[in-house]
């Protein structure tokens, strides 16, 4: 029988009516777990056939009157049948399945029945996870307006009291744009945006690419202007990172006490304590990170706690406070998860053994990878090379490409190139076997950018010209330049600054190519290099002046306005 219920004309062979096929059919989204999915008997698939009217038995406690009634279930959670559950096929029904099939496609007939089961069990597994998704936003967005509506310092933020703010009209920008004209066009393109979402996300570039350059009177406008609660409690974190971004922290702490959500004012209160650091103020970042570990002690319902420590740890690392990074490092054994989550424990060991190998701890470092390793009882040696062998015939590879490659640095920091040398080919060996497509090429680009920091910029250019990835490509060759010119190897710096524009000019975005080369821009003019931002910029603005769809054409324009403050304000403290 099952072989008949495949081929296409099989259910006109058991003499079933229309409609009993397609009540069949919809049955199967309740029965599909136990029929298809896991494999019908041929008994099983026989009851159906002999107790559906006309067949077999009537009588009210048949298998054809609760499957009657799994359909009207169905049809009711779809929103398509409002009746009783009472297990008759009555002309409500039959409408119903109707209005189904107008909705989502015709069951039953064109088609051989298992298929039929399957596609509905689809269509009505998506709808449930739909439904759900739109209740979990709904919650999200009542708690979201109630948090702000709580507070004092941002209850104007979801009263209406707010017009869409829009920039002074600075005119059209030409040839020589200005940081006001770009701004300007970027908040009027905002205004086009039809739908809200997309419109919530310009808008918040918008309001970030304003502070960033010292505009901060329409800030609040902007945030009242958001359509999306969730959002407001989103962008109030980003404009305090940007703010921290730029050293003006004690306007960011102001902002980011004022966030009445645990998650995004510890991710704003982590990006102060990394930018106090970076101003050499200890006192400060260390006083930001204490409030950090207190606040995440004290609050049981956040998730992720391990990813917001490790962040943290692995940034003020980078901005030179070892100490500070060691002390983050330690205090997330409070937050990790028991040794028996699987996964999550694995994910966690990974951000764990990333920062670690952002500061000059070695053996903790490995000692960390070793536990993702599937020998677990095994002999662990405290040598690097050991503990890389062992690594390298584990689980979890872009884990170990990620720490292998810091550690990389951090051995050619300590004047140890050899050893770098050694961890980088381990980390390479580990980079060939991430599953394909973009894993792959964001391992070896994690790769190949570590080469460039340990001094071997020849061979991390090589590296990153042979990726697939456009992007990554073009933004790899960006940074090695850098790289190389801040070591001052003009002419390598040179070299590879032509193959970085050549690399740009194949990706086919012309917002992508706008955001990379603005952001090479900024990047060029931090580490005081203004002719090379400057070129930079100018292949920016090329790119993006003909750009026309409104929410690209915000985005690229607030990220160039950024660009060009940031070349400007480089110029003007060099004067």
Request: glycine share 8%; net charge positive; hydrophobic share 45%.
């Amino acid at each position: 029988m099952i072989g008949d219920w495949t081929r296409r004309d099989s259910a006109n062979s058991l003499g079933l009516s229309v409609d009993t096929r397609r009540v069949l059919a919809l049955a199967g989204m309740i029965l599909i777990g136990s029929f298809v999915a896991v494999g019908a008997t041929e008994r099983q698939m026989a009851a159906v056939d002999t107790v559906v009217p006309g067949v077999g038995s009537g009588s009210p406690d048949s298998l054809w009157d609760r499957t009657i009634q799994d359909v009207q279930k169905a049809l009711t959670e779809l929103g398509l049948y409002n009746g009783p559950i009472d297990g008759q096929y009555t002309s409500a029904v039959k409408r119903a399945i109707e209005r189904f099939e107008q909705r989502y496609g015709s069951i039953g007939r064109d088609k051989a029945l298992p298929e039929s089961l399957r596609s509905m069990a689809t269509v009505k597994d998506a709808v449930r996870l739909r439904n759900r998704l739109d209740q979990t936003r709904r919650l999200q967005i009542i708690s979201a307006t109630q948090a702000l509506k709580g507070n004092p310092a941002t209850r104007d933020l979801v009263t209406g009291q707010g017009a869409h703010a829009r920039a002074a009209p600075s005119g059209a920008c030409t040839n020589h744009p200005t940081v006001s004209c770009l701004l300007a066009n970027a908040a009027d393109s905002t205004v086009a945006v039809d739908r809200p979402y997309f419109r919530d996300w310009a808008i918040r570039e918008v309001a970030v690419a304003e502070v960033r350059t010292g505009r901060t009177d329409h800030m609040r406008d902007r945030l009242r202007s958001l359509s999306d609660p969730r959002l407001v409690l989103v962008a109030l974190r980003e404009l305090a990172q940007a703010l921290a971004q730029d050293g003006r922290t004690a306007e960011a702490r102001e902002i980011a006490e004022t966030i009445p959500d645990a998650v995004n004012k510890l991710r704003a209160l982590s990006s102060i304590a990394i930018a106090e650091a970076r101003l050499g103020h200890r006192a400060a970042a260390w006083a930001a990170v204490e409030r950090v570990l207190a606040m995440l002690q004290t609050h049981d319902g956040i998730s992720g706690k391990v990813a917001i420590v490790t962040a943290l740890a692995s940034g003020l690392a980078d901005a030179g406070d070892i100490d500070a990074a060691r002390y983050a490092i330690a205090e997330t054994r409070r937050f990790a998860t028991a040794r028996d989550a699987g996964k999550a424990r694995q994910a966690e060991l990974g951000m764990i053994t990333g920062a670690l190998a952002n500061t000059p701890q070695f053996k903790s470092a490995m000692d960390a990878l070793a536990r993702l390793t599937a020998n677990r009882g095994g002999d662990q040696s405290a040598t690097v090379t050991s503990a890389v062998a062992k690594v390298a015939a584990a689980e979890g590879d872009r884990y170990r490409v990620t720490t292998l490659s810091n550690l990389a640095v951090v051995h050619a920091k300590l004047g140890d190139p050899d050893a770098a040398a050694t961890v980088l080919q381990q980390a390479e060996s580990a980079a060939g076997r991430v599953r394909a497509g973009y894993p792959a090429a964001i391992a070896s680009f994690t790769v190949a950018k570590a080469w460039a920091r340990i001094g071997e910029a020849e061979r991390a250019e090589t590296a990153m010209l042979a990726l697939d990835n456009p992007v990554l490509r073009a933004k790899g060759l960006w940074e090695i330049g850098v790289l190389r010119a801040s070591s001052g190897d003009a002419s390598g710096a040179a070299k590879t600054e032509e193959a970085a524009f050549a690399a740009t000019r194949d990706i086919p975005s012309a917002f992508d190519r706008t955001i990379l080369l603005s952001d090479s821009a900024i990047t060029l003019a931090g580490a005081g290099l203004p002719e090379q931002a400057i070129r930079a910029f100018d292949a920016a603005w090329r790119s993006g002046r003909d750009i026309d769809a409104k929410w690209w054409r915000a985005r690229a324009y607030a990220r160039l306005a950024v660009a060009l403050h940031a070349i400007e304000n480089r110029s003007d403290s060099r004067r």
